[in-house]
């Protein structure tokens, strides 16, 4: 569906083609297969071989290593179109964004060489691993733990809410290390820990337990991790040196942001496209809803929810391709972003009417799905809480 919402001024020749082969696979694979293979819980082989062609994965990864090379405002819109179609989909490729995005940023050369043309090519998938059971967001209060034996550490411990946990082959790890820092935040290291795709005991020492049934989200595999004096050597330390997982995460994390937001974005449009047609379809009292003032105001907040959390998320892309810290914009992008989106899918839910209550529907995935984003890559209340943080940084007294 052709739409004047969410444009975007400037891109180049290139990042309109891209975005439209996107879009034209979007459309033709991704949307007609989404609701059944939802409902299935069953992860997209063939979506993702068709985006390992498109050259998806390597999207964002220098061209010297076998990627595109792309900005993260290429690699942002091309989310959002994915999202548009199925947004578990683009779910699979941020995990894996993050984790190529840590190798290219933070890893040695040795590490780069070996994984980044490995994950351009999608032979590779990508996971990353922060959070644990007892601690969400809170970070500093992760207890697995990596232990210090010749030239390798011994990991034991649990990871929680690992998106990509069973097809993924390559898992950045956050544990403590613990190894005489001053601060909790310096004794964090990032592990670049390879396995095999699947369940169960997948290397010695290291499981996957199964999937955690979740109310929408579906199809992406999300797991725990549990590690019982699991052995890695320590060239397999993310950048070589122990005690910088916090901040090497954390700079992971800034980029998903964008990536939520994006999403967020793709299926707020998605559920307004779909209640504005519904509303021209749809009659009552003689002529379509869509006639009806009550339901002109409703279109009328919802587009502009759409077009503002657009805006708000290309210019925290465009900061952060410009090399510019970006925290700040990209927190409100993916804090206005979520909540709108929300919004928007809710208010599209109400316009269906009974009909959105039937799983027949797409609006009734969407409606399961949004609340994820209020969460993913920190809560809206952590989004708030940082940029309530870094506005007294920029206006202190």
Request: glycine residues 12%; hydrophobic residues 40%.
């Amino acid at each position: 569906m052709s739409s004047r919402l969410a444009r975007t001024e400037g891109l180049t020749e290139q990042q309109r083609e891209i975005l439209a082969a996107v879009r034209e696979f979007t459309e033709r694979e991704i949307m007609p297969v989404a609701t059944e293979l939802e409902h299935a819980d069953e992860y997209p082989e063939k979506i993702v071989a068709g985006m390992r062609e498109l050259g998806i994965f390597g999207l964002m990864i220098p061209e010297e290593y076998g990627g595109l090379g792309e900005s993260l405002l290429t690699y942002a819109l091309a989310v959002e179109e994915i999202a548009r179609g199925w947004m578990s989909v683009s779910g699979i490729i941020n995990t894996h964004f993050i984790v190529s995005h840590l190798v290219l940023k933070h890893g040695t050369e040795e590490q780069k060489r070996n994984y980044l043309p490995r994950l351009a090519a999608g032979e590779l998938r990508g996971a990353f691993s922060m959070s644990e059971p007892h601690c969400g967001s809170d970070v500093s209060a992760i207890k697995t733990r990596a232990v210090r034996d010749g030239d390798e550490y011994v990991i034991t411990g649990q990871k929680y809410w690992l998106t990509n946990g069973g097809t993924s082959s390559l898992v950045a790890v956050l544990v403590v290390t613990d190894e005489g820092a001053d601060s909790v935040y310096r004794n964090m290291t990032t592990f670049l820990v390879e396995k095999t795709p699947g369940f169960g005991e997948v290397a010695p020492g290291m499981t996957i337990p199964g999937k955690i049934d979740k109310m929408g989200y579906k199809g992406v595999d999300t797991t725990e991790l549990v590690f019982d004096g699991f052995r890695i050597g320590a060239d397999q330390v993310l950048g070589g040196k122990n005690g910088r997982g916090f901040h090497q995460m954390m700079d992971g994390v800034e980029v998903g942001r964008v990536n939520v937001a994006a999403r967020a974005c793709g299926m707020g449009r998605r559920a307004f496209e779909l209640a504005i047609d519904y509303a021209q379809q749809r009659e009552t009292f003689g002529k379509p809803i869509a006639e009806h003032q009550a339901i002109q105001f409703k279109l009328a907040e919802m587009a502009v929810k759409v077009e503002a959390a657009h805006q708000m998320m290309v210019m925290a892309a465009r900061r952060k391709d410009g090399g510019e810290r970006n925290d700040l914009e990209a927190g409100m992008a993916k804090y206005l972003a979520g909540e709108y989106c929300k919004e928007v899918v809710e208010d599209s839910f109400r316009i269906h009417g009974g009909f959105a209550y039937s799983k027949e529907t797409e609006i009734e995935r969407l409606y399961r799905e949004a609340p994820m984003l209020l969460i993913g890559e920190g809560t809206a209340e952590v989004q708030k809480m940082i940029i309530g943080r870094r506005l007294l940084e920029e206006y202190r007294r």
